[in-house]
Nanobody, 125 residues
C-alpha cells in the first residue's frame, strides 16, 4: 500500500505562485501514474495534471495548461505541482493520487486508487 502526503498549500495573490509536493511511501513501485486533482467548495473533484511515473510524460487540464507544471523526483518518491499565474478560480483543496492502471495516465478520476488527504490552496484577487 502506498501512503501519499501533500504539502505546500497556502494562500497567494492572483498572479502569484505556489509549489505543491506529494511524498509517497510504502510499496511505491506499483504506481504507474501520479495525478493532481482539486475540489472547490460546492463542486466536484476535477483532474488538474498527471505524470507517467515511467516515462515522465504529463497531461494537463485545459484550465491550467501553460500555468501549471507537474514533475517528479523518482529518487525522493515525490511529485510536484508548480502553479504559476494563479487565479482566484484555482482556489480549492488539492489532492495527490496514485494510479496502478498500466498503459493509461489520463485525468480520469476512476483510475486513481490511492489518495492523499489534500492541501488547501487559496488565491485572492
Amino acid at each position: 500500500q502506498v501512503l501519499l502526503v501533500e504539502s505546500g498549500g497556502g494562500s497567494a495573490q492572483a498572479g502569484g505562485s505556489l509549489r505543491l509536493s506529494c511524498a509517497a511511501s510504502g510499496y511505491t513501485r506499483s504506481r504507474s501514474c501520479m495525478g493532481w486533482f482539486r475540489q472547490a467548495p460546492g463542486k466536484g473533484r476535477e483532474g488538474v495534471a498527471t505524470i507517467n511515473t515511467g516515462g515522465g510524460s504529463a497531461d494537463y487540464a485545459d484550465s491550467v495548461k501553460g500555468r501549471f507544471t507537474v514533475s517528479q523526483d523518482i529518487a525522493k518518491n515525490t511529485v510536484y505541482l508548480q502553479m504559476n499565474s494563479l487565479k482566484p478560480e484555482d482556489t480549492a483543496m488539492y489532492y495527490c493520487a496514485a494510479s496502478y492502471v498500466w498503459g493509461s495516465c489520463s485525468l480520469r478520476i476512476a483510475d486513481f486508487a490511492t489518495w492523499g488527504q489534500g492541501t488547501q490552496v487559496t488565491v485572492s484577487s
